[in-house]
């Protein structure tokens, strides 16, 4: 096998970080955990982010929703990541997260814990966020 066909086949086997970022189209918050500009799966918040907002993959709970299995797939537990909000725009290959001009304006600080079940927490303010996963190690 030449050198050229390793290099893609390793490409092709290498498990990428998917991005995670929220886009705000007026009240409502998109997240999206995405693979690449637009493909992806996302979770939507409608009316906004409360202060402190969470989703859980406790089936039955109200906040249950799928994506929760993606990120605790990908981040750690107990950790602050800081996830980007982006004004909504047609072509997300502007956001930055992908190379594009458009920054971000805010963020939010996403937390995963674990008890019985993972919940994965957004705070607006980076103190709570680092009490919320100090407070369940």
Known sequence: MSKFNEMVNQLLNEEKEDNVYFVKQG???????AYSPGSGTT??????????????????EERYDDLVRKIVKQYPINKVIKV?????NRDPKQ???WGGPQKSK????????KD??????????MKEAQYRAGSTK
């Open 27 to 33: 009240n409502t918050y998109t997240l999206w955990v």
């Open 84 to 88: 980007p909000v982006y004004e909504y």
């Open 116 to 125: 019985a079940n993972h919940v994965v927490s957004f705070f607006d303010n």
């Open 43 to 60: 979770s939507i918040f409608e009316g906004g982010l409360e202060k402190k907002t969470y989703i859980t993959d406790k089936k039955g």
């Open 95 to 97: 956001y930055d997260i």
């Open 106 to 113: 805010t963020r939010y600080f996403m937390v995963i814990t």
